[in-house]
């Protein structure tokens, strides 16, 4: 089983639309991080969250991590093609070096 | 992802041979992390190393597989004798610290294929 389970597992949609993924885990984190990962190439990241609560905004991306530090979700607005490719967050627990993945959400957005 | 780089991109290897993977941090960072990919799968640590030293292992095979971090150099995974089940992709991320909310930027791997 993941540490971190990400949710939907694949998501497409049409461009204009507004979406929403998830990560959720039973274990409290340090901080979590949302990458995005294009084929071929590794994952950029996109944002790290660290206190309970907090949303971040970068451009049409909004991240929220959850009040207990479990929990975190990504929201889209008028998704784009661009936006098209493998979501992964990944969180630091208070006792691991280590960084846990989750297996991804996989975006696929049509024009 | 400028910064990080990762040699070679691709690596072909027969059974039973030995695969060098280099990873050098982007600069200024002095932690490295090896994580594994399977395909449709997120990533899997590894190995932790800062500096001469390896900080966890947890995530390593014990046998066969090795990584250090020379104080001149790269940070280098080695896998010997490797075997069909070693495919994948395989990550190297830095950080400046290994502090929990400093992040991990990763190049873009080497993909191993065992023939």
């Known amino acids: 089983t993941q540490l971190l389970e990400q949710s939907p597992q694949f998501l497409s949609i049409q461009e204009g639309e507004n979406l929403t993924v998830y990560c959720n885990s039973s274990s409290v984190f340090s901080s979590l991080q949302w990458y995005r990962q294009e084929p071929g190439e590794g994952p950029v990241l996109l944002v790290t969250?660290?206190?309970?609560?907090e949303v971040k905004k970068l451009k049409r991306l909004t991240f929220q991590f959850g009040d207990a530090r479990k929990d975190s979700s990504l929201h889209i607005t008028a998704a784009q093609p661009g936006d098209t490719g493998l979501y992964l967050c990944?969180?630091?627990?208070?006792?691991?070096?280590?960084?846990?993945f989750g297996a991804g959400t996989r975006l696929t957005v049509k024009p | 992802n400028a910064g990080v780089m990762q040699n070679p991109r691709h690596l072909v290897r027969r059974r039973g041979q030995e695969a060098r993977l280099r990873c050098s941090p982007m600069?200024?960072?002095?932690?490295v992390y090896w994580y594994r990919q399977l395909p449709e799968e997120g990533l899997k640590f590894m190995v932790y190393l800062q500096k001469e030293n390896i900080i966890d292992e947890s995530g390593m095979p014990k046998e066969r597989f090795s990584a250090e971090f020379p104080k001149e150099g790269p940070s280098i995974l080695r896998i010997q004798q490797v075997v069909r089940g070693d495919s994948a992709a395989y990550f190297c991320?830095?950080?400046?610290?290994?502090?929990?909310?400093?992040?991990?930027?990763f190049g873009d791997g080497t993909r191993l294929s065992i023939l």
């Open positions: 600069k200024g960072h002095s932690h």
């Open positions: 991320a830095s950080s400046s610290t290994g502090g929990a909310d400093q992040p991990q930027h």
């Open positions: 990944a969180g630091r627990t208070y006792n691991n070096n280590d960084m846990r």
């Open positions: 969250v660290v206190t309970g609560g």
